[in-house]
Structure formats: structure tokens, C-alpha cells
């Protein structure tokens, strides 16, 4: 753990086996049944968003109400790619960009796009 990042608890609250295949940057809310714990969000709850998660590895298969223990990104000093937030959600409805990217702020987490061209200066 470090000022950022903790480590915690992170709970399918999914009504079913979850699979994420790109789970980097995927937002969380607190859980709704136990202390310092996270949940997936869903979409309509981007308001609700108090972290993300930094995982690499597809999240995969896990069971209805339990959990993986999980590194979330809590509050900044950080800046991530905005490009690399989901844009839909574990269910597959889509999420409101705007929203996570002014949840997110709230933490001090800032979310620019990046850059698609880099100019340079030559004489």
C-alpha cells in the first residue's frame, strides 16, 4: 500500500460469474455490505466512483458475492489516459464518461485524454 493505492477487498455484486477482460482502470464504489471494501460499478452509479482498479490480468470467472483482493487507485496525486476507461460496463451498458472523468477529479485523480500526435520543433 502506498498514499494511492491500497490494497482491498474487490466484490462481484454482479448477480452472477463475472469476467472482465481488460479490467485495467475499471471503476469501483464502496461496498454496500462490508467496511473498506470495493464493488464493480455499474453504469448510472459513475457518480458513486471512488477508485479504480490496477490490474492487468483479465479478471475472470469469479463467483457471484465474493472477492478478489485487488490494488485500487484511491486518490491522487495521479493522472491516467481517459481513453483507457471503459466506456461500457460488466453488463455491457455504457457508462458516462463525463461523469466517471468528474468522479474521479473529486479524488485527485485527473483523466486527460492523450495526446494522438507529438509535434516537434525543428529549424
Known amino acids: 500500500e502506498d498514499y494511492c493505492r491500497v490494497a482491498a477487498r474487490v466484490y462481484n455484486r454482479s448477480n452472477g460469474a463475472l469476467t472482465l477482460a481488460e479490467p485495467m482502470c475499471y471503476p ?10 470495493y464493488q464493480l460499478l455499474a453504469d448510472t452509479e459513475e457518480a458513486n466512483c471512488v477508485g ?15 472477492f478478489t483482493v485487488e490494488r485500487v487507485l484511491v486518490r491522487g496525486p495521479a493522472i491516467i489516459d481517459s481513453t483507457q476507461l471503459p ?8 457508462f ?14 485527473i483523466a486527460n485524454a492523450e495526446p494522438s500526435l507529438i509535434a516537434t520543433q525543428s529549424e
Open 52 to 66: 479504480l482498479l490496477i490490474r492487468t490480468k483479465p479478471y475472470a470467472a469469479v463467483a457471484d458475492n465474493a
Open 96 to 109: 458516462t464518461t463525463a461523469a466517471l472523468v468528474t468522479a474521479l477529479k473529486a479524488l485527485g485523480i
Open 28 to 37: 469501483v464504489k464502496a461496498d454496500e455490505s462490508v467496511a473498506g471494501a
Open 87 to 94: 466506456t461500457l460496463d460488466f453488463a455491457g451498458a455504457a
